[in-house]
């Protein structure tokens, strides 16, 4: 294959849609990711725009997503290695569709070792010649053809990915070690076949535990601290709508509570407690992109007016704090924070951004404990701007600063308490209710964050060879290879054993 459509091809299974296609399992031997395409011709025809591009190995030369994937060390590894191994298989996505295959799946067995497995169902010959090699069998004496070994058969050397190749019967199955090949003839022996839970145009299994482990993947890809066990995935158009949909094992955090979000940029419940109060902080009481642990200067005696050997007050500046890794400066207010929060563990908390981009958090927060509440604000307030008076507007109680500035504002409405920058920002907040096994819940409006693209730019700099802007090279890049996708929608409910999780990709209507 191309090595960019190579290196992008993770990405691009990711993005593509169309219609459900009933299940085709390939042998594909047990790893870390499996992804299964079963019907290419209906896959294929999903592949549009920047996708397209992407696959047939010619992405745009001022792509966003393909130039700051390979600044990262993992895709200049990838690049690197694709090209060596298309001076013996030089296939691109076309290739493989002269073959007119009926399924596809691979199978990554190792992503240090750039080890994995591709299996082609198809009721042709081989179109293109495939390269020689040394003809071998396993031990079930299954035959299959070595080209180079790789960094999965303990080989070392600039070249990682080796390559084998084997037909069985109408399947053509490649492989970039002997290992892989050997593991996946034996699966087709054995008459195993890689059939996903969820069925969908692409069909995906991660084991998370074997990625986490694995440096060259969790360096690009990041999952929940929490997240455990097997996932399955698959995006499917469902109803008319396009969904992505997924299923996990393993214990589910706290009870989501669902509030309407009408004309909101963005929405959502975080299930997990012990992210409120980071949130908080840099969200609302001190927005600002690098904050301390321990952020108050110490506080030390002026220097004796007498002068003594001790102590050179020469070296004193009055006016300026210690600064530096070993600075003895004091947590201050986060302290009274740490103990609120040891006193009082939240299940979860939620938030939104209005049209006017004001930030609101919601909790549930005993009326006993609300004292607490002010006075911990209150601490952090008056460190950042000094004294405070805090008024009753109706039923919100609002901070202010000098001249009678808003600087945060608490409102209670039934068992929750919601907090925002203003009594203003608080007048119409909504009733957050409960609503049965919802875990956790988020909407995202994708035109504005477009909209926001230039304003981002600005914030992390301008565009450098060297390194990658996560907001602006990536999410901004990959929102450009989905024009139509208007809204993001993600839903996800207790179910048994498990959790189940919806995502709804919100599409702009032609008239």
Request: hydrophobic fraction near 45%; aromatic fraction near 6%; charged fraction near 25%.
């Amino acid at each position: 294959m191309r090595s960019k459509s190579a290196i992008l091809i993770a990405v691009a299974l990711l993005g593509a849609w169309a219609g459900d296609a009933s299940a085709a399992g390939v042998p594909l031997p047990p790893a870390p990711v499996r992804v299964l395409i079963p019907d290419v011709g209906a896959f294929d025809v999903a592949l549009t725009g920047a996708y397209r591009q992407a696959f047939l190995g010619e992405p745009a030369e001022s792509d966003p997503v393909a130039t700051a994937w390979l600044k990262t060390p993992v895709g200049t590894k990838l690049q690197a290695q694709w090209g060596k191994l298309a001076g013996d298989l030089p296939w691109s996505w076309a290739d493989i569709l002269k073959l007119k295959p009926r399924s596809l799946g691979l199978s990554l067995l190792s992503p240090g070792s750039l080890e994995l497995v591709l299996v082609i169902d198809t009721p042709m010959a081989v179109a293109a010649p495939l390269p020689a090699g040394k003809s071998q069998t396993t031990s079930a004496g299954a035959a299959y053809t070595l080209v180079a070994r790789g960094a999965g058969d303990d080989v070392q050397g600039e070249r990682r990915m080796g390559l084998a190749w084997a037909k069985d019967g109408s399947r053509l199955i490649l492989a970039t070690s002997e290992r892989a090949m050997a593991m996946a003839l034996d699966e087709a022996a054995a008459g195993r076949r890689f059939e996903p839970r969820l069925a969908g145009v692409v069909s995906m299994e991660l084991d998370l535990d074997a990625l986490r482990k694995d440096r060259y993947f969790k360096r690009e890809f990041l999952f929940d601290a929490a997240g455990s066990g097997r996932v399955a995935a698959a995006l499917r158009l469902d109803g008319g709508r396009l969904v992505e949909v997924r299923e996990g094992v393993g214990e589910t955090k706290g009870s989501a509570l669902m509030f309407d979000t009408p004309g909101a940029l963005a929405a959502a419940w975080e299930s997990d407690g012990e992210r409120l109060w980071p949130a908080l902080r840099s969200g609302l009481l001190e927005p600002w992109p690098n904050l301390l642990a321990e952020p108050v200067p110490p506080r030390r005696p002026l220097p004796t007016a007498r002068a003594t050997e001790a102590e050179d007050r020469y070296l004193v500046n009055m006016g300026t704090p210690p600064a530096g890794p070993k600075a003895p400066w004091q947590e201050g207010d986060l302290e009274l924070w740490r103990q609120l929060a040891a006193r009082q563990p939240v299940a979860g908390s939620g938030h939104r951004v209005g049209a006017d981009s004001s930030r609101l958090l919601v909790l549930a927060w005993p009326p006993r404990l609300m004292p607490d509440l002010e006075r911990a604000c209150r601490a952090t307030l008056e460190r950042r701007g000094g004294v405070l008076d805090l008024q009753s507007v109706g039923d919100t109680r609002e901070f202010r600063m000098g001249a009678g500035l808003p600087a945060l504002a608490l409102k209670r409405v039934g068992d929750r308490v919601w907090i925002g920058p203003s009594a203003a920002a608080l007048a119409d907040v909504p009733a957050a209710h409960p609503e049965p096994d919802l875990v956790r819940w988020a909407r995202l409006d994708l035109e504005r964050v477009r909209s926001e693209g230039t304003r981002w730019s600005r914030a992390e700099g301008p565009e450098n060879p060297e390194t990658v802007r996560p907001f602006s090279d990536r999410i901004l890049g990959l929102l450009g290879w989905m024009p139509a996708t208007v809204s993001l929608s993600v839903e996800r409910r207790q179910s048994p054993g498990g959790w189940t999780e919806r995502i709804e990709f919100g599409i702009r209507r032609v008239p």
